[in-house]
């Protein structure tokens, strides 16, 4: 594993030592060497709490020196284009600026949302994929237009905690949202889920599907693993019996290119999680990657209960992250 | 001590231990290891040099990681309303922010001013006690709408400095300023003074007193200290025999909640702190908090004079934000 | 050197010394104990990227703890003036600001460019000067109106690497930018080159002399240095037989105090560098400050190629600059 972009690049014995490692960092919470004497860029194209939070930690934690850059504010707004005449807005092509950051750090973390202008440009990740090209170092994906796996592990570990290495019943639920939302949280968590054998409910209205392509990897790693997916537009039945409930707003691709695109207001009372839904499952967990919209996405008598892990699952990202950057950074 | 949130909050006995723990960290300069391993997240909803620079600089000092958040700009916005269907520009409850932050560091110190919108409501600190309720850490009040304890701390420990633990006439006196301020520096100053038993003058224009329950907590240090409190409008009989001058400008609570309420122009040049009010004093020191309008407040002359204490007590912010940060982390 | 302001601040001997310290950072990249307990602040009064990284990755493998700070922004607007009434936007006054800054850190680097509009002012560099006059600590420039010498050091480390100590033939070429720019990067490199005695030309239209004080000092370098001075405006002959080509685009004194005022779109074309002018080169190198608008400044094919060391010569900052840091601080 040169780059960590996506949980498609961890084999499948790599992500149970990845986790197993992530858990023995959280048992034993002290200060390592494994990143002395480095220093780590955190790149944020958009506004962060727990990336931002977690990350700078976990670098410390690991005796390094988190940087952190704000393109655009602190830092020169970046071109993107190839063989472009530069003389517009934009001050620094992306050749230079990672290949600058690249002697100077270990690593580099990137926070890039998906514009949801264009989905087919953004589905292949443009941003992300030019820091892979110019940087020499690895780079870590804390968020782009289609993954977040540092995300999906911490999810993973957080199922993992609460119920062991058995294959549960896990829903991913879409709810409504003021916003249209990127996808990189589904995607990662589906993604994630099928690689580690989970029985997936997908579960989102007409017109709400995933990316086909990314679908198809996710039944693929559920073939793999042993696990299996299948897709609803149910808001109540895939609450039956699970064991997880994961909730989560996206925009689905017809958005893309849309500014007045919005979610159908009679959607959000449908799709909302709260305790009549919860009801209905084997005592499950409610699972959130935060922020979260309280009484629109989720009631608060949800996010509230005991079942509501949405604080570990937060604080599991500190551990894993720990646990790529000392696995990515030589 | 689990939190910081005014000097309310200290025992007397602690306010001298404190004080003693800062001039010691200040005498001999090093970095410690009482912070080793610990983060400690630095919450700011309002802009700032000395908070934001020494607490860095303290939790270094410390062997701690400074953690820097920035709601609103590089991180979330924040919702404080309990119960609220979150359908609006804020993005993230409160009670996920500092649960979640809580999990990743040690300590959290916040900086929130008053609004001046609501002064019944802001009196009550919600967003310091909104802290308070979610953290699981200790939390260190960086001035909220009420208090300004760390400040407080500092002029404290620049008084001491000057003239050991004897007790002095202290002079409060408001000032003019363009824009209303919160009263959190004069609230903390004034609380912190009767503590250490001084011979308080609390010096203002008709209509400008602070808040009532607020000084009657500083009557009630007073008493126990052996202080004595006093409250005058004459903006030169404060200065007779004075040994410190303490002045800053402040909004009274008829300000709050009007936009367009401006101190009357006639104060400025009857409550400017100037030579000859100076030399009413017993050679008394000029204090202020920072930063400071000059030529407005105070006249260049005494603020450059050798009298003037302003950065001594800038940099004490250093020494006693070092002794409450790890006498708080455990 | 108490301060390192321009590299005239910098004897001949003590330029070779900071150059080999820099070259055994570089060697040998490890993390030091020179800053050891000692924290830096970073004033960033404009964006950086190279300065902003370097620095902070600079300072913390000299064992230090990097500081940054924002006017404006994150912390308060700063007044320059001295004798003003303090009654409009600038919150606090540049006495106050940097006065407490010395008591919290070792040394305050400073960035701030040139305003380009009053260059009888601006050419003094008030807001640096302003630094050094209430600084008690180093005072570091990393970028004024009139200089930006840890980047002429990185240049000059750059060509030493390249080029051994030999004297060389360089050329400083002006360029077409869509927005006027400052002198401070063409300055020091033209000072710095002439004092490690190269064959310099600078070359520029009619009109944009750089300022003939400035160009007096160079004459006088490189008179002490065994080195050339000549100036050309013709687009091509300087090319001929050079060793390094240093392309930059500025503003002419004309400039400042003219919003409206842009570069004659006709010098684009002739001034941009290119491979048909490399080619008169004698195999010469290709160096930038970065950021570099591609195609307009300089084409893809001269930057990418592999005689462009503009990612070496970003990557030096970070060396010179610890050798800066650890020759100031003591």
């Given at each position: 594993m040169k780059h960590f972009l996506s949980t498609n690049d961890i084999a499948a014995g790599e992500f149970e030592h990845l986790l197993e490692k992530a858990l023995a960092y959280k048992a034993e919470r002290h200060v390592t060497n494994e990143l002395a004497g480095r220093s780590i860029a955190l790149v944020f194209l958009n506004p962060s709490l727990r990336t931002r939070a977690s990350m700078q930690v976990a670098v410390f934690e690991l005796g390094g020196n988190p940087v952190l850059i704000e393109p655009g504010s602190t830092s020169w707004s970046i071109e993107y284009s190839?063989?472009?005449?530069?003389?517009?807005?934009?001050?620094?092509?992306i050749a230079e600026f990672v290949r600058v950051l690249s002697r100077y750090v270990s690593a580099i973390g990137v926070r890039t949302f998906a514009g949801l202008k264009d989905w087919e440009l953004e589905r292949t990740d443009p941003v992300l994929q030019a820091f892979v090209k110019y940087s020499s170092v690895p780079v870590i994906n804390l968020e782009s237009a289609m993954h977040h796996p540092c995300q999906a592990m911490a999810d993973m570990m957080t199922i993992r905690e609460r119920f062991g290495e058995a294959r549960k019943k896990v829903l991913l639920t879409w709810a409504w949202h003021p916003k249209a939302l990127p996808m990189a949280v589904p995607n990662s968590f589906a993604l994630a889920a099928s690689q580690m054998g989970h029985e997936l409910t997908i579960a989102h209205p007409n017109g709400y599907d995933l990316d086909s392509e990314l679908v198809a990897q996710v039944c693929d790693s559920a073939a793999s693993s042993g696990g299996s997916v299948r897709t609803i537009t149910d808001p109540v039945a895939g609450f039956e019996d699970a064991d997880v409930v994961y909730a989560k707003s996206w925009a689905p691709?017809?958005?893309?290119?849309?500014?007045?695109a919005v979610h159908d207001g009679q959607l959000r009372d449908t799709w909302i999680v709260n305790s009549e839904k919860m009801a209905r499952t084997a005592n499950g967990i409610f699972m959130h990657c935060l922020p979260v919209r309280r009484n629109v996405i989720v009631t608060d008598e949800v996010l509230d209960s005991t079942n509501s892990f949405v604080i570990d699952e937060a604080e599991n990202r500190l551990h894993v992250q720990k646990a790529i950057l000392a696995t990515l950074v030589r």
């Open positions: 190839d063989n472009v005449v530069m003389d517009g807005n934009r001050t620094e092509h691709p017809s958005f893309y290119g849309k500014e007045s």
